[in-house]
C-alpha cells in the first residue's frame, strides 16, 4: 500500500484538505526531521519529551539513558504519540485573522519496543550515525559494552499515521484584496553551517 490507513485518530478533520496519508511523503517528513516530541501517561500524569529520531523502513527509532523515566512507561505499555514538524515559512496575510504558517507535519500513533537484539541495536546506532553525517558510523569509536547498556533503543512502528500540510500563500478576503497592506511568505529554512573542527 502507497498511503496508511486512516483510523479514528489519524483521520484529520479541522482543515482536511490539507491530511496527507502517503507514505512517501510521510516518510521523506521524518527523514529530514531532526527532532520529534514522544508523549505519554503514566498514572493520568502526561509525559513529553523532544528527541532524536531516526527511521529503517517502517520503524521509527528514538534513543536515550536507559533509566529514563518516560521510556520506562512506554516499555510498560503505555502507548506514545509521537509528533514531528517542520516550519516552511510564515504566511503575511491582509487580515490579521488569515496569518498563518507554512509546514510539514506528521503524528505518530504507536506502542514501544525495546530493541534488545545486539545486530539490531548497533545496527539502529549506526544510522543514527549516518543521518548526522554521512560515514561518521566508521569514523567515530563504537560504543562499548557499558555504554550500550546504559544505551536504550525503542522502536515503533508505522502503522497509524497521518501528515497535515500547508503550502503557497495568503488566503485573504476578496473585500481586504484592495488594502494597502503588503502579503507573501517569508520562507524558513533550516541549514547546516561548516563544521567547526576542534583540534587538541
Known sequence: ????????????????????????????????AMICHVSTQLGGQPLLQPTIHWRDGDQL??????????????????????????????????????????????????????VDDADEKSRALDQLMEKFHKGRSDEARRANETEMKATSVIAFTLSEVSAKIRTGGPVDDPEDMDLPVWAGVQPISTVLGEIEYENR
Open 61 to 114: 527509532y528514538v534513543h536515550g539513558s536507559s533509566k529514563n523515566g518516560l521510556f520506562r512507561a512506554l516499555l510498560e505499555g503505555s502507548e506514545a504519540c509521537i509528533a514531528v514538524t517542520l516550519l516552511d515559512g510564515i504566511v503575511f496575510a491582509r487580515s490579521a485573522f488569515h496569518h498563518s504558517v507554512n509546514y510539514r507535519s506528521v503524528v505518530i500513533y504507536s506502542q514501544a519496543r525495546l
Open 1 to 32: 500500500m502507497s498511503e496508511y490507513s486512516q483510523t479514528e485518530r489519524t483521520r484529520v478533520r479541522r482543515g482536511s484538505k490539507r491530511a496527507n496519508y502517503d507514505k512517501e511523503t510521510i516518510n521523506a517528513i521524518l527523514d529530514e
